[in-house]
């Protein structure tokens, strides 16, 4: 069996509770398929208290040849908001061309969604991770006058979108065959006309894959009206950040909900992480959810190829959700749980 070196971000908070987990599940699903080798990285909010670091080059060359990472989750309010998103998640993002924001949401038997109807809910947020009012374009002048000035540019180019685009179509082929588009082309009509172009144009490629529109606002009620109806859903950087915390919220909590941030050509490695946050407030207690960062490793499996192992995690997770998952359980609990499972 090949060995994957894995480079390991637990990251702030919670992510150090819950990494540990995912790696277990990890091995165990993998065993006899793959062999993983883990390069743990000290990046986060304790490192940058500690001595100012935040990305040291010299860690993020050695994560570039990482075959994939496995981030926890950053963040820590004794840091400026900014700081370590920009600095480290972000950078990460955009330094390994991560272009694909690969969203899942799958409502599970087991789980009470807030909605009284929910349906049958299971689509894919496919969220542009490299353009858009991510890129950190803009600026700020005259600062603590009353004549400030604060611009952020929203970045959008023709080959970002493309690749994207294609990302998008490729996977509805394996899936129910849908993709909707979902921006603001009624107010934002250069971007939005532009990708609304794109996709007309790929989509015709892919005879068999139906697509069609929403408006961002429009996207954020059928969310919740009739989220049965969607099956990948596809849009830009900052509509994409939004619209996956509310198909969290509607899927039961972000407990559940596992991301990846993929570089689709394989130029880079992939990362893989829980879309929670670090949740400084329950913190150190021993009660953080680590499915979601177990389903985080799934999607690596398969980013990876190794689509048997991948299964048996999200069959051993819903499994558990199923019988268990309204049980107030620790971490490590619901860690031996699924575990056992596998
Ligand atoms: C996410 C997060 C990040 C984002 C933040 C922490 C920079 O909200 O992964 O969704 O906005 O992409
Ligand atoms: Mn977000």
Not at 35 to 40: C, D, K, L, S, V
Not at 231 to 252: K, M, Q, W
Not at 329 to 339: K, N, P, W
């Amino acid at each position: 069996t090949q060995t994957y070196h894995i480079a390991v971000i637990p990251g702030d908070g919670i992510g150090k509770e819950i990494i540990p987990i995912a790696q277990a599940a990890l091995e165990k699903a993998a065993e006899g398929a793959a062999h993983f080798a883990y390069e743990p990285f000290d990046l986060g909010a304790e490192r940058y208290l500690r001595d100012g670091a935040i990305l040291p080059d010299e860690d993020l060359e050695r994560i570039k040849r990482a075959d994939a990472i496995l981030l926890g989750a950053i963040g820590d309010p004794r840091i400026k908001a900014g700081i370590l998103e920009r600095g480290l998640l972000l950078k990460l993002r955009f330094a390994l061309d991560q272009y694909v924001n690969l969203r899942p949401s799958k409502l599970y038997k087991g789980v009470t969604s807030p909605l009284a109807n929910p349906g049958d809910i299971d689509f894919v947020v496919v969220r542009e991770g490299t353009e858009g009012l991510y890129c950190g374009a803009g600026g700020a002048i005259r600062r603590d006058t009353p004549a400030e000035v604060a611009t952020e540019v929203s970045i959008n180019t023709a080959y970002g979108v493309e690749r994207v685009v294609r990302y998008a179509f490729e996977l509805a082929m394996k899936r129910r065959k849908h993709v909707t588009l979902v921006h603001k082309k009624n107010v934002l009509v250069n971007a939005g006309d532009m990708w609304q172009r794109i996709v007309d144009r790929v989509g015709a490629e892919y005879p068999e894959v139906s697509h069609d529109y929403q408006h961002i606002d429009a996207a954020t009620i059928f969310l919740v009206s009739d989220p049965s109806r969607f099956d990948v859903i596809l849009t830009d950087n900052l509509f994409g950040d939004i619209l996956t915390d509310e198909a969290g919220a509607v899927v039961g909590g972000v407990g559940y909900s596992a991301s990846g941030c993929i570089n689709a050509s394989n130029e880079y490695p992939s990362m893989f992480e829980p879309i929670h946050g670090s949740a400084p407030d329950i913190a150190g207690k021993g009660i953080a959810n680590p499915t979601a960062a177990i389903l985080s490793t799934a999607m690596l499996l398969r980013h990876l190829g190794f689509d048997e192992p991948a299964v048996r995690i999200e069959r051993a997770v819903e499994a558990d959700i199923e019988e268990l998952g309204s049980a107030q359980r620790s971490t490590q609990q619901v860690g031996q749980d699924i575990l056992a499972r596998l």
